[in-house]
């Protein structure tokens, strides 16, 4: 069984689209707590309550990635930022039992599949509050989370980097841009 969350309602079929890798894509995992964290998108979410203004394809923000253990890993860039990215969002999750997986791609993720075929959705879960959700599979050990506190002890001068190179980079992508000032202005003054 592989699993696939969006904020979208009543998906009956998955299909390919473009994201990260410039290719149509179905991107689905083997577990279950590690799509909670596609329910909602810092950049979107906080763009959209200041009332930004922007029509394009916004911007991924994704401050996760895996232990040695193949665990996801969330860390906290900001104050709270788990808490504003998923308190009171609600989404689906998508399970899928025939996913034909692109064998040619590597995705170099843990436990992700990718495929290029469309992908029958064969049963769906409602989630309320994706943040009760992560908290739940903290709670179970599924997924970690580095609160701000302890990650901006150990990796202050690597996000002062990080989000330099990021700001200058998003030129297309105001939206972005907006985001990293709004969350990040000491570290670009």
């Known amino acids: 069984m592989y699993f696939h969350a969006s904020q979208v309602k009543g998906i009956k079929v998955l299909e390919p689209r473009i994201s990260n890798h410039n290719i149509p894509l179905v991107y689905l995992s083997a577990k279950r ?11 979107e979410k906080f763009c959209k309550e200041k009332r930004f203004a922007y029509e394009g394809i916004w911007s991924k923000w994704g ?15 900001y104050p709270n930022a788990l808490e504003e990215t998923y308190g009171g969002v609600g ?13 040619d791609f590597e995705l170099k ?17 409602i989630i309320n509050d994706a943040l009760a ?13 580095i609160r701000y506190d302890d990650f901006i002890a150990k990796r202050e001068k690597w996000l ?30």
Request: net charge negative; glycine share 4%.
């Open 33 to 43: 707590e590690n799509t909670l964290v596609y329910l909602s998108n810092a950049v």
């Open 63 to 77: 401050p996760y990635g895996f232990d040695s253990q193949g665990i996801l890993q969330y860390e906290e860039y």
């Open 91 to 103: 989404g689906y999750i998508y399970s899928c039992i025939n996913v034909e997986e692109d064998l």
């Open 109 to 125: 993720i843990p436990d992700a599949i990718a495929s290029r075929k469309k992908v029958h959705v064969d049963s769906c879960e």
């Open 133 to 145: 959700d992560i908290l739940r599979a903290e709670k179970n050990g599924q997924i970690k989370i």
């Open 160 to 189: 002062y980097s990080i989000i330099k190179s990021e700001y200058s980079e998003a030129i297309n992508h105001p939206e972005y841009q907006f985001f990293l000032r709004e969350k990040f202005a000491k570290y670009l003054d």
